[in-house]
């Protein structure tokens, strides 16, 4: 059950676009739409902003998108605000369930 | 409005046994499944187990399998996970989560911590 691969950081300025990939293999990423991405802020539970590769849940803005191509996933975070600084984590259905390393966005 | 509220953690030695509850509202708990996962302190999200909304199916990470139980019961609307044998490196704070399908995880509890050290 290997972990997805994600960088562990990534930095943009306010207003500025990043993008967090997340790699995997044919088994999880590439092999299903079911890539989900979430939010952590420190010391709090994480948040589900991401699901099947592109739907938002209610609620999150549409500042967050997210696209797949091939084994690899991306979350893209477009006009970036403070708040948006936190641990991002990608998430695949495959034969395991399997979680990435997160990736520390900084805002700066 | 939905809710999980897990609990349970603590400190506990080595080889020791604990179990989680996670009591969930605000849905039909009985058409969902139900997910731990668990965050060793400074590290990231690592999947445990799950089960399938009438209880007939579960799956379990290897790091887990044969020590770790999950149960549920839906006329109680409440999910569990009981913990065996455990080890140093199952401290971490554990979170249950509602599943809306295929591994999206739309729900969390607040966490609760558990401690395995003598």
């Known amino acids: 059950q290997s972990a997805l691969t994600q960088p562990p950081s990534a930095s943009g300025s306010p207003g500025q676009s990043v993008t967090i990939s997340c790699t995997g293999t044919?088994?999880?990423?590439?092999?299903?739409?079911?890539v989900s991405w979430y939010q952590q802020h420190p010391g709090k539970a994480p948040k589900l902003i991401i699901y099947?590769?592109?739907k938002r849940p209610s609620g999150v803005p549409d500042r967050f998108s997210g696209s797949k191509s091939g084994n690899t996933a991306s979350l893209t975070v477009s006009g970036l605000q403070a708040e948006d600084e936190a641990d991002y984590y990608c998430?695949?259905?495959?034969?395991?369930?399997?979680f990435g390393g997160g990736t520390k966005l900084t805002v700066l | 409005e939905v809710q999980v509220v897990d609990s349970g953690g603590g400190l506990v030695q080595p080889g020791g046994s604990l179990r989680l509850s996670c009591a969930a509202s605000?849905?039909?708990?009985?058409?969902?499944?139900m997910d731990w996962v668990r965050q060793a302190p400074g590290k990231g999200l690592e999947w445990v187990a799950n089960?399938?909304?009438?209880?007939?199916?579960?799956y379990y990470a290897d790091s887990v399998k044969g020590r770790f139980t999950i149960s549920r019961d839906n006329a109680k609307n409440s999910l569990y996970l009981q913990m065996n044998s455990l080890r140093a490196d199952d401290t971490a704070v554990y979170f249950c989560?509602?599943?809306?399908?295929?591994?999206?995880?739309?729900?969390w509890g607040q966490g609760t911590l558990v401690t395995v050290s003598s």
């Open positions: 989560a509602r599943n809306r399908g295929w591994f999206s995880l739309d729900f």
């Open positions: 605000g849905f039909t708990f009985g058409r969902f499944w």
């Open positions: 089960i399938k909304e009438d209880g007939t199916e579960e």
């Open positions: 044919s088994s999880d990423v590439g092999g299903y739409n079911f």
């Open positions: 099947e590769v592109s």
């Open positions: 998430a695949s259905f495959g034969g395991s369930r399997v």
